[in-house]
């Protein structure tokens, strides 16, 4: 038995193993300025990991192969030779060291992502999650968004962000159905819920933030290819959750301007 399970155990590890090599089931192509860095990270992670695995997966193997049950035999209990404890004690500082050594050189993509503000010259879009829709809104020519007066939500009308239309920062903001920029420029956005809480996945742009009800939260990046990406809600968040998806469209600097100034006309 104790053989048969070594080579079983020996079969599963080598496909797995060569499946993840492969990279069949792989990330989209990073398609923004901080993706590479944070792929570069999932690699190190993951090969890390893959490390270990391998190594306890054959161990085991080894093991089962060298003192397994053998034929006429009836003692079920065998004895560690020299005891388990420098194996126990391996396999922490082992597991312990790789989770220490990526907290220090995983924390720098994290902190590119999350504790540096967005560039001064970043466009600004908030983004409103709601059961089962996302909205957008773009500040208008004075650069300034009006405050979001939740009693004025009314989706019959359009008005998704409450906007009061008597306020003049409110007046020339552009609400949109999709969310467009411009490539190659930064983009902050400023996440908001006013239901419960959703999530905002771009997987080509590698990034995904939790939206959390009463607070706002900033997200920065800067889109690298042009072309049309879907934004997911990746948080359960009600029965028609599914159906929560938008469209991100990274545009050239021209198309960019042609498309704000025509979504300006329809507000
Ligand atoms: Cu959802």
Same mark, same amino acid.
Request: a negative charge; aromatic letters at 12%.
């Given at each position: #038995? ?10 599963? *590890? ?17 398609a ?5 860095? #944070? ?5 190190? *992670? ?27 035999? *009836?003692?079920? /209990? ?26 220090? /050189? ?11 503000p ?19 809104? $773009?500040p208008?020519p004075?650069?300034?968004f ?6 004025k939500?009314?989706?019959?009308k359009?008005? #998704? ?6 306020d ?7 609400? *949109? ?9 930064p ?13 905002? $996945? /771009? ?25 049309? $990406? ?10 028609g ?9 990274? #545009? ?16």
């Open positions: #038995m104790g053989k048969a399970f070594a080579v079983v155990l020996t079969i599963i *590890t080598t496909v797995t193993v060569a499946i993840l090599v492969s990279r069949h089931w792989w990330f989209p192509t990073v923004s300025a901080h993706g590479g860095a #944070m792929d570069h990270q999932f690699v190190e *992670t993951f090969v890390g990991a893959a490390i270990g695995f391998i190594l306890a997966q054959l161990c085991l193997a080894a093991f089962a192969w060298k003192f397994g049950e053998r034929k006429g035999e *009836t003692r079920q /209990v065998r004895i560690f030779p020299g005891g388990v404890k420098w194996l126990v004690v391996l396999a922490l500082v082992y597991v312990g060291s790789e989770i220490i050594l990526l907290e220090f /050189v995983g924390q720098k993509v994290w902190a590119a992502m999350y504790f540096t967005a560039a001064a010259d970043s466009l600004q879009v908030q983004v409103l999650a709601g059961q089962f829709a996302f909205s957008f809104r $773009y208008g004075d650069g300034k009006g405050p979001i007066h939740t009693d939500i009314d989706e019959t359009g008005n #998704m962000f409450g906007i009061d239309q008597s003049p920062e409110s007046k020339d903001d552009i609400v *949109t159905v999709e969310l467009g920029v411009p490539v190659n420029k983009v902050e956005l400023l996440l908001n819920s006013k239901d419960v809480g959703h999530g905002f $996945y /771009v997987p080509e742009m590698r990034i995904q933030q939790d939206i959390v009800p009463g607070m706002q939260i900033p997200l920065h990046f800067t889109p690298t290819k042009i072309g049309k $990406y879907d934004i997911t809600c990746n948080q359960l968040c009600g029965l959750h599914h159906t929560m998806r938008a469209f991100l469209d990274v #545009m050239s600097e021209e198309d960019y301007q042609k498309w704000i100034v025509e979504q300006a006309s329809l507000q």
